[in-house]
């Protein structure tokens, strides 16, 4: 009978196959697919990926395969990645991968891999992982170009900090290409708290990924695995006995099989795992033990230095092992252990001495030599076996060496990592800074930078604190100030207070000309124009400007003169902040800072949409765009300009394209803030077109429902003015006003552009409050008054800011023809039907017919049905044919529109408007009937008329409809 130690016939798992063939399916057709495989330990995770990844190769497909590699209790940082990268070099070189990638981008690359030349030295700490993020994407998203990818990362449970984000940014962002990725996990090793626990719970809510939980074996199946080791059919009882004892796991069934005849129950699976090794060779054994100690997968070359054995006497030990399978043979002159478990029970047999001799000679011999490692491996390998070694000098040296090779791959979460243990160890060597050339709080504050970069901000925060605590501001005021600014950052990132007071701390900390102060001030100016205090932030940049200037620090000085240039744009100058733009797009393309060119084309753009030049601000988006795709930054900062490009289509009219760039922008998981602008856009089109369910959606993402107010004055004053269009949409005027009410404590006055659109909003609250709360419209109308005729009036520069401003003051007639020459349809549309019902006042209906006549079909072409069911309410009010009715689109106005069709062919008599009014204003019959002297029981019968001709079901429903339909003007 021929046994073999691995069953040469694939056994069951038909069901798992024919998943992963649907997935592929869907994928080849260009909608992205993840599949999770989860399942214990020997269930055979690796064997049904590489019977799939066989079968797709043969159906055409890009295999890509790289997995994640345990290191103690951290994975290697970016390790599926640089494998996958390093396949692509060997099939097609380093130049080919290159030339798929934007301008640059080996540079990037090169810290994974040294084949792609010497790494990029630009200083942008805070953009480079998402850069490198970015990258890997394009490059997956080009190969897929050619042929479909199958990208396959096995042993996720053991990723990485940094490969479980790219592999959740790829998930996300991978949407519309022929692209399958597969990832493997031990579903029996997640515990509570396992990091890779919440990014399998992010995943599952995509609608793109596929779950596969891979059971155990039936009896049957057991039966045929055994049938193929053995080469012939076992005997009904064996197969019992070794189902039983295997459990159904395809590993322990190979074990019980090598165990013999009579499948002796061993004490424990760990003894049962180690079976087949006892019965090598002594010398083999101890060979293995030596390897085990390396990792599941060793290099020959590193193999043969750590046992001190030559080439023919490495081999010639290993051969038993590898005639076994307990070992195979890899590529790359490397052995692997045929499963993790075994290597896991074999290194567990060394004794405590042999463990730390061990490691410390693989310490030793990488250390001598790094090419017996992959590239870019040796100070993680060095810091692990050390770690191990528990040698604590030596091990807090690696881990420090380990902390800042992790920077140099952008891996910022492993370089927390090693710092942690650098911290951890720091009182166990009496010489730790003379070591690693740095004090405590030099570690400390490298760590709550990584932390601050990954993410981690509360981690960041604790080592903020832990090093400002061993500070004396006397006799470090630069260090304390760096700190300080570090602090502002993460609270203004988390969006919670303190962040000012921090960042004036430390500008007075440093009161002399010098690169720290330059870095306070930069930070201090921009913080204080986004809040408002536009002359102070100002005067900040100004200085710091010249300080740079002093000392030739260009970078600083482009990023200086873009704060410069919103302090102008936040002032309503907008001419000098469209030359300040210029002036740091130029410094930005000499320099290469593409971070400053972008966020400088991002400006111009608003500050051309701002202008008027809202078709050159379209044009000059889809420029940026194109930059940013060739920098490889278009989900860092591409998609801001993309947002920044959908409020220019906004401006113009555009809407439905604005909708589309808006969406697929959200779709690609921006930042918190970015996400923020891009759903205020969509929710300021989905008001005007009365879709209530996708304009309460973004309300509430924006927290604009509740009683929080946004950080910041900009987001503050979008936040409200988006609210006011709410309730003016939902027919609730006086919730319109109360919400105007509270607004006017915010520093606006320093914020023309933003004053004079909220304003605006403001004021066309104010009249549809006037029917029903007139001395509380008429005082918000006084306030907004003083903005132009007060004491300190607010001033304003452009066509733009102008046109808000007479819509403010009540001139509508004038604010429509500047509307029109800007060529802004709906502003124009909703500022003629204003002054339409102004001019109802003066008995003028043909003045009246002219500006509805006009407002109508513009409104129609929108799709912005409310405002187009007002014009037609009007207009049938005052007799006034429209000419042509136009219809808005098929479903978007939403169910507030509901009102307006019940209403269209009847009109309320003079009494029930007078009881409609009195309804609205929250009076009960009684109170209504004793105001206009009438029963209540007469109320009620002209309440049941209301309600019947507006298609109301409650009293608040008809009050609703007669403030969305005008019925009380």
Known sequence: MTRRPVSPAFVGRDAELESLRDAFDQARKRATTTVLIGGEAGVGKTRLLARFAEEAGLDGAHVLIG????????????APFTAVLRQLVRELSAAEVTALLPDGAARDLARLLPEFGEPNADGDTESARIRLFELILILVERLAERRPVLLAIEDVHWADRSSRDLIAFLSRNLTAAP??????????????????????????????VVRIELPRFTRHEVALQAAGILGTTPEYDRVTTIFERSGGIPLFVEALLEAGEDCAVP????????????????????????????????????????????????????????????????????????????????????????????????????????????????????????????????????????????????????QAQFLDRVLALWDKVPDAAERIGADHVGVLERAAEAAFVSGDMERGLRYVKAALAELDEKTAPERVAELLVRRANINFQRGRPGALDDLRRAERLVPEPSDTRTTVLLRLGYVLLLNGQVTEGTKAT?????????????RNEADLVLNLSLGHWLAGDLEQARVLDDRAISLGKRLNFPLVVLRALANKIDTLDNLGRSEEAVALADEGERLARQYG??????????????????????????????????????????????????????????????????????????????????????????????HLLMGEPLRAIEVAERLFDAPLRNKPLLAWRLSATIRYACEAAAAVAPERAAA???????????????????????????????SFDTAAEMWRRLNRPYERALALVHAAQTVVASGDREGVAVRLREAHPIATQLGAAPLAARIETLARRHQIPLGRPGTARAGSAGPGTAGAGSAGGVALTPREREVLRLVAAGRTNREIAAELFISAKTVSVHVSNILAKLGAATRGEAAAAAHRLSLLD
């Not at 567990?348 to 011999?365: I, S």
């Not at 100004?542 to 260009?554: V, Y």
């Not at 109308?781 to 452009?798: C, K, M, T």
Request: charged content about 25%; glycine content about 6%.
């Open 542 to 554: 100004q200085e710091a400007l010249e300080i740079a200037r002093r000392k030739g620090d260009e």
């Open 179 to 208: 692209v399958l990725m597969v990832l493997t996990y031990r579903s029996d090793e997640l515990h509570r708290t396992h990091p890779l626990r919440p990014v399998l719970a992010e995943l599952g809510r995509l609608g793109s």
């Open 633 to 726: 930054r278009y989900r860092h900062q591409g998609v801001f300009i993309a947002n920044n490009r959908a409020e220019a289509l906004v401006s113009l009219g555009r809407w439905d394209e604005a909708v589309e760039v808006v969406e697929r922008a959200l779709a690609m998981d921006p930042a918190p803030r970015v996400r923020a602008h891009c759903l205020r856009v969509r929710t300021d089109i989905a008001i005007a077109r009365g879709e209530q369910d996708v304009a309460r959606a973004g309300l509430a993402e924006l927290r604009a429902l509740t009683d929080v107010q946004a950080e910041g004055v900009q987001e503050l004053a979008n936040n409200t003015r988006l609210l006011i269009c709410w």
């Open 267 to 414: 004490e424990s699976l760990h003894d049962l795992i180690l079976r087949p090794v006892d019965r090598l060779p002594e010398r083999t054994q101890q060979v293995l033990r030596i390897a085990a100690a390396g990792g599941v997968r060793v290099g020959h070359d590193l193999l043969a230095a750590v046992s001190g054995l030559s080439d023919a006497e490495l081999e010639d030990a290993l051969r038993p092992a590898i005639a076994a399978n307990v070992l195979q043979v890899a590529d790359g002159r490397a052995y692997a252990f045929r499963h993790a478990l075994i290597r896991e029970a074999v290194h567990d047999e060394l004794l405590p001495g042999e463990h730390a001799r061990l490691h410390a000679r693989y310490a030793e011999e990488i250390g001598n030599d790094h090419a017996l490692v992959p590239p870019g491996r040796a100070a993680f390998e060095i810091a692990h076996h050390w770690y191990a070694a528990r040698n604590d000098l030596w091990a807090l040296i690696s881990a420090w060496e380990a902390a800042e090779a992790a920077h140099r791959s952008f891996a910022y979460t492993e």
């Open 67 to 78: 997995g994640c590699v345990e290191l103690s209790a951290e994975g290697l940082a970016y």
């Open 780 to 810: 918000l109308r006084a306030r907004v008054a003083e903005l132009s005729y007060g004491d300190r009036p607010v001033e304003g520069h452009g066509p733009v800011c102008e046109a808000y401003r007479h819509v403010a003051r009540g």
